[in-house]
T-cell receptor
């Protein structure tokens, strides 16, 4: 069966520091991968998605970037965190762009 | 702009009461529809989905949803809730607008009082 992992589970970082959040998927090949940010009362906002290695589409201009160095690995990064980057970040995968998306446990990021 | 609307963000009800959460979307073509649930401290997980066929879809834990194309709606229902149904519920729509990306509503925070 397929599983999706995210780490770390929680992270507290100072403003201006770099960020690297990792997401890996097991049990499937060539998945579509997604990064979302979830804010209370505002639902899920799609940040990036990827249909293959090295292929990244950005949904919202921001302080963040994403990379997909391997087929089942998706990384969310920032060179310098802002206070507004605080939030709950979710990674998801699907077999195709129209199929069900399956979500990881998420990373709670607090920027101080 | 294309969007997914969920009303009544906070819902409080007693056990055994009936629950209905509304979901409306603003796209006139073919869509795939989902309801996700996030229990306290747990992953976001799929509750049910509609791709085609019978517009009345049954999901896990006694939930069902009805797709009404003419009303652009996909409302979620459960006849008798339990305390364990306390969770946040998200409607999501996948449509050809913007390359088939999944658009989420803002969610309904449901609290069931024992």
């Amino acid at each position: 069966s397929q599983t999706i992992h995210q780490w770390p589970a929680t992270l507290v970082q100072p403003v201006g520091s770099p960020l690297s959040l990792e997401c890996t998927v097991e049990g499937t090949s060539n998945p579509n991968l997604y990064w979302y940010r979830q804010a209370a009362g505002r639902g899920l906002q799609l940040l990036f998605y990827s249909v293959g290695i090295g292929q990244i589409s950005s949904e919202v201009p921001q302080n963040l970037s994403a990379s997909r160095p391997q087929d089942r690995q998706f990384i969310l990064s920032s060179k310098k965190l802002l206070l507004s980057d605080s939030g709950f970040y979710l990674c998801a995968w699907s077999t195709t762009s129209t199929d069900t998306q399956y979500f990881g446990p998420g990373t709670r990021l607090t920027v101080l | 702009a294309q969007s997914v609307s969920q009303h009544n963000h906070h819902v409080i009800l007693s056990e055994a009461a009936s629950l209905e959460l509304g979901c409306n979307y603003s796209y006139g073509g073919t869509v795939n529809l989902f309801w996700y649930v996030q229990y306290p401290g747990q992953h976001l997980q799929l509750l049910l989905k509609y791709f085609s066929g019978d517009p009345l879809v049954k999901g896990i834990k006694g939930f069902e949803a009805e797709f009404i194309k003419s009303k652009f709606s996909f409302n979620l229902r459960k006849p008798s809730v339990q305390w364990s149904d306390t969770a946040e519920y998200f409607c999501a729509v996948n449509a050809p607008w913007g390359n088939n990306r999944l658009a989420f509503g803002k969610g309904n925070q449901v609290v069931v009082i024992p």
